[in-house]
């Protein structure tokens, strides 16, 4: 069997309707085996950088910048996943708490 290999990312998958989108491509598809590698929503990379730089520099913005990016995730999975959202967002609270805390971190060191 031969396997065939996707990788989305960025503009592929900038929002919920973009996932579908990508869903509905890889389904059309005839392909005996597919896998498929998603990387970072468009900007989310980009926004990482931006929090660790901000917190580094005593910016207390971070903080906002952190609950927008997990409110932007909690808007796609909602929009994707309906009422199953909840396990998710269980996951992204523990997820992003962990990201807080790296982000105090850097804060603290001023590094």
Do not use: C, P
């Not at 597919?34 to 207390?60: C, E, P, W």
């Amino acid at each position: 069997m031969q396997w065939i290999a996707h990788k989305f990312g960025g503009s592929s998958v900038a929002n919920a309707a973009r996932y579908q989108a990508v869903a509905q491509l890889l389904a059309g598809r005839s392909d005996a085996a597919q896998i498929v590698v998603v990387s970072a929503m468009q900007g989310v990379t980009d926004g990482l950088i931006g929090l660790t730089r901000k917190a580094a520099t005593g910016d207390a913005g971070w903080r906002v910048d952190l609950a927008n990016l997990r409110q932007r995730h909690i808007e796609a999975a909602t929009e994707l996943l309906g009422a199953e959202v909840r396990s998710y967002a269980s996951f992204l609270d523990d997820s992003s708490a962990e990201l807080e805390a790296l982000l105090r971190g850097l804060e603290l060191l001023g590094t």
